[in-house]
Nanobody, 126 residues
């Protein structure tokens, strides 16, 4: 049984930092792109960041570029998201995701997710 378990969310003041981690179990995803999505109240789930299988290529949504950094450790089957300079608009439930393969273009949306984590709440106060 495949499980993605996120951790590291919580409350933080604007300008602060959090590090989200996602541990996968049940199978290895070393050849799959992995990423993070988020969903704020009343809004659709949106792409945040992704990383390719080797960790050499990353992609970020414009609003987090320069503030968030995604990384992965294939030996541990984990993916992380370092979030710095957090803003109130970053408040959302953050979901870890594994992308279906093969990949044709770097960008991906919710319809290309193979597995989801259960989500972890990030709340940024002003």
């Amino acid at each position: 049984q495949v499980q993605l378990v996120e951790s590291g969310g919580g409350p933080v003041h604007a300008g602060g930092s959090l590090r989200l981690s996602c541990a996968a179990s049940g199978r290895t995803f070393s050849i799959h792109p992995m990423g993070w999505f988020r969903q704020a109240p009343g809004k659709e789930r949106e792409f945040v960041a992704s990383i390719n299988w080797s960790g050499e290529s990353t992609l970020y949504t414009a609003s987090v570029k320069g503030r968030f950094t995604i990384s992965r450790d294939n030996a541990k089957n984990t993916v992380s998201l370092q979030m710095n300079s957090l803003k109130p608009e970053d408040t959302a439930v953050y979901y870890c995701a594994v992308r279906r393969i093969p990949v044709t273009i770097p960008e991906w949306g919710t319809d290309q997710v193979l597995y989801w984590g259960q989500g972890t709440q990030v709340t940024v106060s002003s």
